[in-house]
């Protein structure tokens, strides 16, 4: 062997024995083995490994004390007692309107005009017609007068034997006439001035005017439109505009006839608007209307509002409470509640499971009175929070849930 080949023989000092790495061997996996158990630990104590428990969800509402003194629950709508479809008496064209919807007008403000020319000129002809009979009547009572002067001094003068018979009966007859003529002429005044007022009526029918204090509604008919007061015609309008007196506002409730019994005239009620749902208004029952719908068998109740709100309108959906008694002052504030079933007491404390991202979290509150078949939660949670409702002997803080969808 040369010694080049021993040299090739030679020990690499750089490389590890077969002994080594086979020694090394168990310690990765070791490490390996310890890096998955705290990795599973961290998982099962998070909650991850650990399977979802199904739960029902309940909200925390905003609630009112009234309901813990309803008798009785009803829905309805919102109706103007006092409502117009305001038009006019004759055909004519649209010349102005000078309202719109949302318009508040005043009785006898002017709300549209007509085309009055015709009308116009046919009042100032009977105005003039009064003015020359009132000339008439003039010129005729002058006329009189001096036929009475006339008469008067033949009368003395037929007396004294002065004047002839002749004489004295021209001037009676003159007399007589001049009478008769202011007399005409009185009539021919009265007549001039009624037609004259027939005119003023006829100027007054091209001009809509609201009928009492109200608010615009509706807008049927534009400028140009040919309005009349039947509708009848072709492309004509028969309403200008719809007007409501909002203070006239009350709500139309249907009542069952089985629970007729638990209202009566007079009695106290809390009204809630779908359109305004964090408000309450009081209102009381106004009348019973005094039929029933057959085919619903239920009876309208007319409840009023005590205090008017500009916010509402006609034919919003309403709710009604009518209560067994009037509300307190303090009693008149909303109050955060929940679910009962929400509340859990484990030595002597209340707490609820709150709901936060896909867990229940343990939450001391401080609980309040009940309110029908709501519990007041004074601190603790605020409304539209989401407490589970059951089962609560599966829960503890922290756990994954799922919501139950309902």
Known sequence: MSQEDLLKLRIDPSAKSIHQVQHRKPYYRVAGIVLIVAVMGLLYLSGALTPAIHVEVASVTRTYPSQAIALLNASGYVVAQRKASVATKITGRLMSLSVEEGSRVKKGEIIAHLEDEDVVALRNQAAANLNVARFNLRQAKAELHDAAVTFHREEILRAKGIATQAEYDSAMTRYKKAKAAVAGEKAAVKADAAALQVADVSVEYTLIRAPFDAVVLTKNADVGDIVTPIGAATNAKAAVVSIADMNSLQVEADVSESNLELVKVGQPCE????????????????????????????????????????????????????????????????????????????????????????????????????????????????????????????????????????
């Open 271 to 406: 009204i809630q608007l779908d359109a305004l749902p964090e408000s309450r208004f009081h209102g009381e029952v106004h009348m019973i209307v005094p039929t029933a719908d057959r085919s619903k068998a239920t009876v309208m109740v007319k409840v009023r509002f005590i205090d008017i709100d500009r916010r509402i309108l006609p034919e919003m959906s309403a709710k009604v409470a009518f209560l067994s008694r009037p509300l307190e002052s303090e009693e008149q504030k909303p109050l955060t509640a929940i679910n009962p079933d929400a509340l859990v007491t484990r030595n002597g404390k209340d707490f609820v499971f709150l709901i936060k991202d896909g867990h229940v979290v343990q939450t001391p509150v401080t609980t309040g009175i009940q309110i029908g078949d709501m519990l007041e939660v004074l601190d603790g949670i605020k409304q539209d929070d989401k407490v589970a409702v059951k089962p609560m002997n599966k829960l503890k803080d922290g756990s994954r849930i799922k919501v139950i969808e309902k």
